[in-house]
Every structure is written in C-alpha cells, then in structure tokens.
C-alpha cells in the first residue's frame, strides 16, 4: 500500500515550458486535491475533485489545469510556466463524508523551479 | 484576509516540557478544525482534530482545545519530545467536501 505518490520529485523548468504533475493513490478515495505551498504562505488549495471525470477550482487555479480520468489518478497541467509557480506542490486524496473528507492523505511533494 | 491564523512562526520547547502552539480563526461559520504535522521534505499528516460540539479532545499526548468565544484552538503536547520538531497546521473545512484552508504554520523545535 503505497498510499498517495507524487511524480515527479524535482524538476526545473525555463519560463513558458509546460508540464504535468502526476498523482496517484492506492485507498479507493473519492476527493483528491491539488496543494502548493510557498515559505510563510501555508498550503493553498489549486483544484480539487470529488470524483472520477470532476473538477473544480480552489483558492489560486490561475495558470493551472487538472484532469481526473482514473479514479486513483489527479493531473496538474501547468500549460506556460511562469516564475511564480515556482513552489512545493502538495497532492493529497480523501474519503468522501462529512468530516472524514478532511482528514487528508498527503504525497511527498514536487520541488518545482521555474527560471 | 486569513481565516485561519497561525501567528507564531517558531517556537522552542526543552523535551519533557510542555509545547503549546496557538491558532485563531476569524470565520464563525467554521464547525470543525485540525492539526496537521509536517517533517522537512514530507507531506503533512493527520494528527488531531476537534469538533466545535467539543472544547476538548485528546489522543495520547496531543490534546487540542477549542474556546468558540474567542475564536481560538491551541495544540499542547505533553510531553514534549524531540522527534515533535516539525511545522504544525491548523486547519479548517471551507465546505463540506473536503477543502481545507491552512495556517500559516509554526515550527515546533524540541531541544534535548
């Protein structure tokens, strides 16, 4: 039970690439959600999804995009990086119900530079 | 404007000592709160969380408390040992469906 993975752990990218963050978990959970964290910023949610083929936008989805295909799988899609995405993402996923939705699962994290 | 607010980025504790880390909240409509644990280059973890029904609630040295009135919940952990050095979240539910707006965080050091 590998729990919820990230892919992949570091990257760098020049101004105006794009890229896609893969998440993937083994507990059948319903939600998943994109995270980024930023020094003295706390974690701010991007998109998240309450199920298979759902989307929605969080807190700062500007300059982002996300598929949810695969149940177990949760895509961020960064079309023309700027330097301000720049951060630490976070993917977490989580069973669907009142209050147990919040009790998150949390991957290890991408390390993305963009320069 | 932050809902949830963590306003003391550090804190340094002696092991065996109590550690105490504060969080206030502005939005009255909040019903339920948590405490999220995070190790450098890991994501965070689960560790307690508190329903507004309760000013209390304890799971081994954790105990988080919660004052409605004054909008405030703190996280004390006795006692204190150094594998609790970590940044620890506050959290809350915008919604029912999962969304969870962070604190900014305080960095717990426990020094042997």
């Known amino acids: 039970n590998a729990g919820v993975t990230q892919t992949p752990k570091f990257r760098v990218l020049k101004t105006g690439q794009s890229m896609t963050l893969l998440c993937a978990q083994d507990?059948?959970?319903?939600?998943m959600y994109w995270y980024r964290q930023d020094p003295g910023m706390g974690l701010r949610l991007i998109h998240y999804?309450?199920?298979?083929?759902?989307?929605a936008k969080g807190e700062v989805p500007d300059g982002y995009n996300v598929s949810r295909l695969k149940k177990q799988n949760f895509l961020l899609g960064l079309e023309s990086a700027a330097p301000s995405q720049t951060s630490v993402y976070f993917c977490?996923?989580?069973?669907?119900?009142?209050?147990?939705?919040?009790?998150?699962?949390f991957g290890p994290g991408t390390r993305l530079t963009v320069t | 404007d932050q809902q949830v607010k963590q306003n003391s980025p550090s804190l340094s504790v002696q092991e065996g000592r109590i550690s105490i880390l504060n969080c206030d909240y502005t939005?009255?409509?909040?019903?339920?709160f948590l405490w999220y644990k995070k190790y450098p280059a890991e994501g965070p973890t689960f560790l307690i969380s508190?329903?507004?029904?309760?000013d209390k609630n304890e799971d081994g040295r954790f105990t988080v408390f919660l004052n409605k009135s004054a909008k405030h919940l703190s996280l004390h952990i006795v006692p204190s040992q150094p594998g609790d050095s970590a940044v620890y979240f506050c959290?809350?539910?915008?919604?029912?469906?999962?969304?969870?707006?962070f604190g900014k965080g305080t960095k717990l050091s426990v020094k042997p």
């Open positions: 977490a996923s989580s069973y669907s119900g009142l209050n147990l939705a919040y009790e998150q699962y």
């Open positions: 507990m059948n959970h319903e939600y």
């Open positions: 999804s309450v199920g298979e083929g759902t989307t």
């Open positions: 939005n009255s409509m909040f019903d339920y």
């Open positions: 508190i329903s507004s029904i309760k």
């Open positions: 959290a809350a539910p915008n919604g029912s469906q999962g969304n969870l707006i």
